[in-house]
Each structure stands twice: as C-alpha cells, then as structure tokens.
C-alpha cells in the first residue's frame, strides 16, 4: 500500500521533547485504505511526538464522528467514537512492528509513517454492535422496526387453569415453594 506524505513525520530535523501534530480525518483516508463501512466521518486526531535520545514516543488521540448504519434498522447516523493509542519507536538492525506497542525502526532511517495506526484507532474505537440512538430510547420511527416488534415472539400465557396438568410436574413445583 502506498504511503499517503501527509502521515509521514521527519524526525532527523526534529529538537528533542514534545511536538505536537493534528490530522483531520476524512472519507478519502478511508478510501485509500478501501474501507467501506463509514458512510461519512470526520475525525481529528491529536498526535504528541515525543522525541528523546535513543527512541521516540508517540500518544495518539482520536475524537471525532462516523456516520454508519444502525445494525438493527439499517438507518444511518453519526456515531462518536473517542479512542487512545501509546506507541514506541526504537532502532534496530531491521524493521519490525510485530509489537503492537513497539515499532523498531532500522539504524539510518529518518521518518515514520503514522497513517496505519491512525487508521487502526479509529476502526478500533468503534464499537462491535452499533445501535442508532433512537433505538435505545425508543424515539426512532422505523418500518424496520415496527416490523421486528409484529414478528417477534409473544410470551405464551397460560390463562386458563382448568387444564389438566402432570401431578408429577405439580409436585417438582412444589419443591420450588416450600423454601
């Protein structure tokens, strides 16, 4: 996959301590990685590149909203998503970032590309089942809806007591009762 410029960071020029980086992200950043499943989305991150002596901090913060489907109705709305990633930069003889945590650059290298992980925090911030809002609190006018209250299952009551039951079964009844 190509590397987008605009996630690559310098760091040979870079004095020692903290610096501050900010990425607005929207539907073409997906669109380089072919994910589909954001309708729209606007997400900033915040990014504190902390260079020391011998290895590099980054904190990565994630704010913003997606816009995707409910997974219940199919309707469409923005879902906030908030997430944090810390991350290691060392040097080593080759590259290696099977560590989630800790990337190992080679000796020599000037720069860091940042755009996987930005992508990995925010399709992680999002949550495994997502539910439109109205939904939950039962403001949500949906023919889809409507729909699954007809269809589902009614709870079967028994009104009529006259019927004959098994007294054997009558009798486990009573152990329940007789605490």
């Given at each position: 996959m190509k590397q987008l410029k605009e996630y690559t960071i310098p760091f040979v020029g870079l004095k020692q301590g903290i610096h501050q980086f900010e990425y607005e992200i929207d539907d073409t950043f997906f669109e380089h990685f072919e994910y589909d499943e954001f309708n729209a989305s606007a997400v900033k991150i915040d990014?504190?590149?902390?260079?020391k002596t011998t290895m590099?901090?980054?904190d990565f913060k994630a704010s913003?909203?997606?816009?995707?489907?409910c997974d219940l109705t199919n309707e469409?709305?923005?879902l906030p998503i908030e997430n944090e990633f810390f991350l290691v930069v060392k040097f080593g003889s080759a590259y290696n970032?099977?560590?989630e945590e800790l990337?190992?650059?080679?000796?020599?290298?000037?720069?860091?590309?940042?755009?996987?992980?930005?992508?990995?925090?925010?399709?992680?911030?999002?949550?495994?089942?997502?539910?439109?809002?109205?939904?939950?609190?039962?403001?949500?006018?949906s023919d889809i809806l409507e729909?699954?209250?007809?269809?589902?299952?009614?709870e079967n009551t028994i009104e009529n007591?006259?019927?004959?039951?098994?007294?054997?079964?009558?009798?486990?009844k009573n152990l329940l009762n007789d605490k």
């Open positions: 990014l504190d590149f902390n260079k590099f901090e980054l913003g909203t997606v816009n995707v489907n469409p709305f923005d970032d099977e560590n990337l190992i650059l080679p000796h020599g290298d000037y720069e860091v590309n940042v755009q996987q992980y930005i992508y990995e925090l925010i399709v992680l911030a999002m949550p495994p089942k997502r539910v439109h809002p109205g939904v939950e609190d039962g403001t949500l006018e729909k699954l209250e007809k269809l589902s299952p009614k007591d006259n019927e004959e039951t098994d007294p054997r079964w009558d009798k486990l």
